[in-house]
């Protein structure tokens, strides 16, 4: 199905589309609609008549705005999405109640930690999350990247993951370049999945407006206006992670999720997260965010067991301090009997 409103002039055009087209980005997004401009119109199709006729409404009434006040401010757009039915809308008065965080309606933090983490996620340019399995950092991040993408705020969003094996040896993997590396990023699907419908996820990612990649695959490449998540970050080097970070472009944000305390690289390589976390964490422009078992939200099992791992690396620590302090102690015994020896010669 498609629609056409005309336009009456180039700058109502520009005007219409915002800096940079972002105006119709988010109609498109809100809507899974495609907003085209031909020959003095403005082109909306879709494969839903609703879809498109609440897009055709929108536009519509932007253009009434622009025609009698002039401009459009951005709030104007942020409002009438806000109100809309179209798929993958955010409602207004829903956001405002849950403190105008960029999530998806109906969806709220579940605790301070995450709150922390969703805010600052909004208000910096990179965010470092830290913390346990279970305290939703890949999913969070996920829900305000497609807030923040449906909006019109970026032009895509990439996610990207090191592809490390946990603690086993795979081996050859049969099939394509897709099929090698899938098992690796299932787990960003798994989070997209939770918040789009499979077929407009599948739209998003056949249409670039979603990018899931490899680690490797990031050299070379400038981001722009893309919010770029790097997930499982513990398991890059340094190296990796410097060459991540450079990637950033003009008007990006840059979200980074990881568990220092289950790292998969080699015996002795540092963890590219542990190092920039320490580099990087009283740098203008970038958050430091460590979540703990209070901000666990999976089924509560999980905490237990968090809680039964982290009791028996203290109970380790306690008593290879314990050793040490034994050794210490042998030591100066035997320094102090070899300087009585030596005072009796």
Known sequence: MGVTVPLHSLEEERTLLGERDGNARAIRNAFDVSL???????????????????????????????????????????DLLGNGHGAGTVDAQAEQQSGGLWLPEGMKVRSKGQEQYVRAMQRETATFALGPA??????????????????????KLV????????????GFLPGDFVA???????????ALSAHLEPGRLKHF???????????????GRTLDNAFIILDEAQNTTPGQ?????TRMGQKSKV????????????????????????????????????????????????QKIVNAYENEERKR???????????????????GRDEETRGRR
């Open 255 to 302: 979200v980074v999720t990881g568990d220092a305390t289950q790292t998969d690289l080699e015996p002795g390589q540092e963890s590219g997260l542990i190092e920039a976390e320490r580099l990087l964490r009283n740098v203008s422009g970038i958050a430091v965010v460590r979540l703990d078992k209070k901000d666990i939200v999976r089924h509560p099992l999980v």
């Open 180 to 190: 090698k590396v899938n098992p690796y990023l299932r787990p960003l699907y798994d």
């Open 134 to 155: 279970g305290t939703g950092k890949t999913f969070l991040a996920a829900a305000v990247a497609l807030t923040a993408l449906r909006r019109g705020y970026f032009r």
């Open 36 to 78: 085209t401009v031909r020959k003095g119109r403005v082109v909306i199709e879709g494969e839903e008549e609703e879809n498109v006729s609440d897009a055709v409404r929108v536009v519509r009434l932007l253009l009434d705005h622009i025609r009698s006040a002039g401009d459009l401010p951005r709030k104007v757009l942020d």
């Open 317 to 335: 620590e306690r008593e290879q301090e314990r050793d040490e302090r034994r050794r210490d102690r042998r030591s100066d015994r035997g320094r």
């Open 241 to 245: 992670m410097k060459m991540f970070l």
């Open 205 to 219: 990612i056949e249409t670039d407006v979603i990018e899931i990649a490899p680690l490797a695959y990031m050299r």
């Open 159 to 170: 996610l990207v993951r090191p592809a490390v094996e946990a603690g086993e040896r795979l």
